[in-house]
């Protein structure tokens, strides 16, 4: 199985702190999966660090057409089983249909 997880959070808080050891201990447990995250220095080098696939996107507000068109073409790209979203922003750029069937 495959998970892309979408974190479009702030700079600090729980549920970005929740993202973090959760996408680690998933990773650290084996599964397979990708992330696509706002714009954030540490958490992007934490990642790589882990060796966990991640995409900065800017999620911006509901004029930011580039990080929708990002997050479909990373689905496309890497066809994952689940989509998790965490925050309002990730969650509207999400793409509504499914892209593939297993």
Excluded: N, Y
């Amino acid at each position: 199985m495959k998970v892309m997880q979408a974190m479009a959070g702030a700079a600090v808080g729980g549920a970005e702190a929740f993202f973090m050891r959760l996408t680690l201990a998933l990773h650290r447990a084996g599964l397979d999966q990708s992330v696509l995250i706002r714009r954030h220095p540490q958490r992007e080098a934490a990642l790589a660090e882990a060796g966990i696939p991640c995409r900065a996107l800017r999620f911006g507000g509901p004029l930011d057409l580039f990080s929708r068109r990002r997050f479909r073409q990373a689905v496309t790209q890497d066809k994952p089983d689940i989509v998790l979203t965490w925050m309002s922003r990730a969650t509207a750029a999400c793409p509504a249909v499914p892209m593939h069937v297993a």
